[in-house]
């Protein structure tokens, strides 16, 4: 050994390495009875340990819960798979101002390669005509500011004036607070939106991220301004 070279030698470690199939064996190591979520907060992220105890206490959960720092990202073990489903289901959550996107994760890839860019909310729609409070005119509204996954069904069988729906939308995309919607080329009502426990978005373009370069509607008018 003494005799070889640098090349060698990295040649041999390399060939050190190699696949162990255990077959049908290796599904015996899959006894984790625990359930996971994964989250991201959509600002830099602050202390951990502030964190963790505030959100812990914002959910209500005293134990069975198990929150780990997986670099820019949270991973969450649940001893309850219905408390993991409440939670996910449950937002939006927020810490400091900061919405927290959480996802459904298996506990076994890399948290990092989980996408969490949707979040739901509640969204109270105004400025439907009276004709139009109903199940096709709402589910064609949620549609336009992403996926409508439940309506308040109180609200849609008295017809008031202000409906709510339940959106899966992109965090990635503008928040619109108003709209013109076209149901037909004579009925074309503007509808305003008020995004219920949503918070962190940008006021004057509706994102919640910035590029590098900032808010693109102040860039806009101070290029305007020049």
């Known amino acids: 050994m003494a005799g070889l070279?640098?090349?060698?030698?990295?040649?041999?470690?390399?060939?050190?390495?190699?696949?162990?199939?255990?077959?049908?064996?290796?599904?015996?190591a899959f006894q984790d009875h625990h359930w996971y979520m994964v989250g991201r907060l959509l600002a830099p992220k602050t202390g951990f340990p502030s964190f963790?105890?505030?959100i812990s206490n914002i959910w209500h959960l005293r134990s069975g819960l198990t929150i780990q720092d997986a670099g820019e990202r949270f991973v969450f073990q649940f001893e309850d798979e219905s408390v993991r489903n409440r939670i996910m289901h449950g937002g939006?959550?927020?810490y400091r101002n900061t919405m927290l996107v959480v996802g459904d994760y298996d506990g076994l890839c890399l948290p990092e390669t989980v996408a969490l860019n949707m979040m739901e909310t509640w969204v109270v729609v105004r400025g439907l005509p009276l004709a139009l409070r109903?199940?096709?005119?709402?589910?064609?509204?949620?549609?336009?500011l992403g996926q409508a996954v439940r309506m308040d069904l109180t609200a849609l069988k008295r017809k008031e004036?202000?409906?709510?729906?339940?959106?899966?939308?992109?965090?990635r995309h503008r928040i619109r607070s108003w709209k013109v919607v076209e149901f037909s080329p004579v009925v074309r009502p503007e509808l305003t939106f008020i995004y219920e426990k949503v918070k962190g978005y940008c006021r004057d373009c509706g994102l919640f991220i910035h590029n590098a370069m900032g808010c693109d509607t102040i860039l806009i008018k101070e290029k305007e301004e020049l």
């Open 5 to 28: 070279g640098n090349d060698s030698v990295a040649s041999l470690r390399q060939a050190d390495s190699t696949l162990v199939a255990l077959g049908d064996a290796g599904a015996a």
């Open 52 to 54: 963790k105890g505030t």
């Open 92 to 94: 939006p959550w927020f």
């Open 134 to 144: 109903n199940k096709v005119a709402l589910n064609m509204v949620g549609a336009t």
């Open 161 to 171: 004036e202000e409906q709510r729906i339940k959106v899966v939308f992109d965090v």
